[in-house]
């Protein structure tokens, strides 16, 4: 049994599970199981990063101790006609928590956004997009996919971008080369 199939019968109920021993159900109704899934899943990788960071830390003591995880600010994605729906070029509709309820509203899109995104990345596959929150306003952030193939070059000869993500950094970025030289680095920190 997976630890995100192991979580969900502990806190939510179906046919086979009547009684799970919390009660997430009542205090989260009608929740969407991808926005519930999406939350273990964060805290999972949480608990089994700094889980992993800890045990390393007592082999080798050097620096502080590692904190244990906090919630954080995690953005759900729109999933396709669960959560996000375009109902034009300009607008679309997202599925939110309000009035007590899970509901879809209509929003609008920015034309210049939209217009960027259809001119430069029409060949892209478009992802789910991911509602975010900057201040006091709200973002819809629309992910791309794209195939590349690589330079065919010896891989000492390459330069190399590492992303490393952390727990009291968001991301380290790193370029080097292929011996080991480090051109450069880039702490992303997590925002209030």
């Not at 994605?77 to 599925?95: C, E, F, H, L, P």
């Not at 991301?171 to 011996?179: E, N």
């Not at 051109?183 to 997590?190: A, I, S, W």
Request: net charge positive; hydrophobic share 35%.
């Amino acid at each position: 049994m997976s630890r995100l199939t192991y979580i969900e019968t502990l806190i939510h109920a179906t046919k086979d599970n009547p009684d799970p021993i919390y009660d997430f159900d009542a205090k989260f109704y009608k929740m969407p199981s991808y926005l519930r899934r999406g939350a273990i899943n964060e805290a999972i990788g949480k608990v089994s990063s700094y889980k992993s960071n800890l045990d390393n830390w007592i082999k080798d003591p050097v620096g502080r101790e590692p904190s244990s995880p906090k919630a954080g600010y995690t953005f759900p994605s729109m999933y396709r006609t669960v959560m996000y729906n375009q109902t034009g070029d300009y607008t679309a509709q997202i599925k939110v928590y309000i009035r007590n309820t899970w509901d879809w509203i209509t929003i609008n899109l920015k034309k210049s956004d939209m217009d960027y995104i259809y001119r430069h990345c029409s060949f892209r596959k478009q992802c789910a997009p991911t509602l975010q929150k900057r201040g006091k306003e709200w973002f819809l952030e629309f992910p791309f996919e794209e195939k590349v193939k690589l330079a065919d070059i010896s891989v000492y000869e390459q330069t190399i971008v590492a992303v490393d993500l952390g727990i009291n950094t968001a991301a380290t970025i790193s370029v080097m080369l292929s011996d080991g030289t480090i051109l450069g680095r880039h702490f992303c920190k997590l925002t209030k």
